[in-house]
């Protein structure tokens, strides 16, 4: 089938819930993929983030085939060897005591919603069912109805309810209305340490420091969904990091926990929280079996080894400074931290989206996020010579559509 033709297939027989750029992808190898006609890019998006060891690394690879050739799921019915290796790694890693896995983002913030329910009735002496959660406006969690319940685009939430009680919403990065909005029933705050797809959204320096010391305060568990931030993206181990002495309650990680191999997401906290969770409370038929807890353990290891998250640090920098340097009528802000970088257009420049399909033809890959921002995550491996590659397209672009 020629590319052309999988598109049409794919809008016939596909839900429209996706609106993709008009390239048929058929292989990818590190920061590189390429399409049906044998066009070569650079993947720019890294799958928001789940692609942040690249695509098909090698020891991922390996790893895949390792726990296939022995065993892929057994259920929690019963143990399986590479769960608790996986759990213990995992919590050593983010400073934390317990590890709940799942499989999408979503139902790890699902999860996390639950047992901060829980944590305020059963510790916090909240009465049932009163418990309120704190989120920040703009905020993207995933998509399930708890979730867009609490959302406030539009187009995510409006023609899905009824909707899930329960949430307030502050706005993003303002810490004096988080200290407003709790009440004595108010159990967690959620939220997003850099906001990824509302556009990059970077809150203001101390605003992570003063929600930890407004909840430590008000005895609030906070939770910070690091779905897309975490495992190096933002060139710290966490994003929350870049403010010293923050540490939530609870973590929420999925995306690049699967090393771009298989979906595993997991609630990681301490046991005073996660410890109340008590069987069959909650559970997931795929959720810690041996083939995901493998792969995400391969994927931590090879985070560490490789340095991904110095290099995104590093590599993160320069490419934002030069970012920065291209002049452009139409460039309103360079802003993120580590490679996870937003470019924000004036209204003027007539969307993103043209931004975008230009930068395809130059062999780029990246997609809009809502009208006026574009998004560049490169894989963590990128390497310098590869920007400059890429800073010369992203030139090249912005001045033709000057
Ligand atoms: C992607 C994302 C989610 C949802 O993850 P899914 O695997 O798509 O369910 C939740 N929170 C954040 C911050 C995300 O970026």
């Avoid at 983030?49 to 690249?54: C, D, E, K, P, V």
């Avoid at 709790?182 to 705050?189: D, G, L």
């Avoid at 993160?316 to 009528?329: A, C, D, H, P, V």
Wanted: with cysteine.
């Amino acid at each position: 089938m020629t590319g052309r033709e999988i598109m049409d297939i794919t809008e016939e027989y596909g839900a429209h819930n996706y609106h993709p750029l008009p390239v048929v992808l058929t292989k990818g190898k590190g920061i590189w993929v390429w399409d049906s006609e044998g066009k070569k890019y650079i993947d720019m998006l890294s799958c928001y983030s789940a692609l942040n060891h690249g695509h098909r690394h090698p020891k991922l690879i390996k790893a895949v085939k390792e726990q296939m050739n022995k065993l892929t799921l057994t259920s929690r019915a019963f143990y399986n060897e590479q769960l608790g290796p996986f759990c213990k790694e995992l919590a050593h890693f983010c400073n934390m005591e317990m590890v709940l896995p799942m499989n999408s983002g979503a139902e790890a913030v699902e999860t996390a919603v639950k047992i901060a329910r829980k944590w305020g009735y059963i510790k916090k002496g909240v009465k049932h069912y009163n418990a309120e959660i704190i989120v920040c406006e703009n905020n993207f969690h995933g998509r399930t109805v708890t979730i867009i319940s609490f959302s406030t685009e539009p187009l995510y939430r409006d023609e899905f309810g009824p909707f899930t009680p329960g949430f307030k919403v502050i706005p993003f990065g303002d810490a004096d209305a988080l200290e407003k909005a709790i009440t004595p029933n108010t159990v967690a705050f959620l939220v997003e340490p850099i906001q990824g797809e509302a556009g990059i959204n970077v809150p203001p320096d101390g605003f992570l420091k003063k929600a930890y010391e407004i909840c430590k305060k008000n005895n609030v568990l906070l939770m910070f969904d690091e779905i897309q931030t975490g495992l190096g993206r933002t060139g710290k181990p966490f994003a929350h990091q870049y403010e010293e002495g923050v540490k939530p309650d609870v973590l929420i990680l999925g995306k690049a926990l699967g090393g771009g191999m298989y979906p595993v997401s997991a609630v990681v906290s301490n046991k005073e929280v996660l410890g109340l969770f008590t069987w069959g409370e909650h559970g997931s038929t795929f959720g810690g079996n041996p083939l995901a807890a493998y792969i995400a353990r391969v994927a931590l290891k090879v985070l560490i080894e490789e340095r991904l998250t110095e290099n995104s640090y590093e590599i993160g920098n320069y490419f934002m400074e030069q970012l920065r340097k291209i002049k452009s009528r139409h460039i309103k802000e360079v802003r993120g931290k580590g490679l996870l970088i937003g470019l924000e257009l004036h209204k003027e420049a007539g969307g993103a989206r043209r931004f975008c399909e230009a930068l395809m033809n130059e062999g780029l890959l990246c997609k809009e996020t809502h009208d006026h921002v574009i998004r560049f995550a490169p894989p963590l491996n990128i390497r310098k010579k590869d920007i400059n590659f890429a800073v010369k397209k992203i030139k090249k672009v912005f001045k033709e559509l000057d």
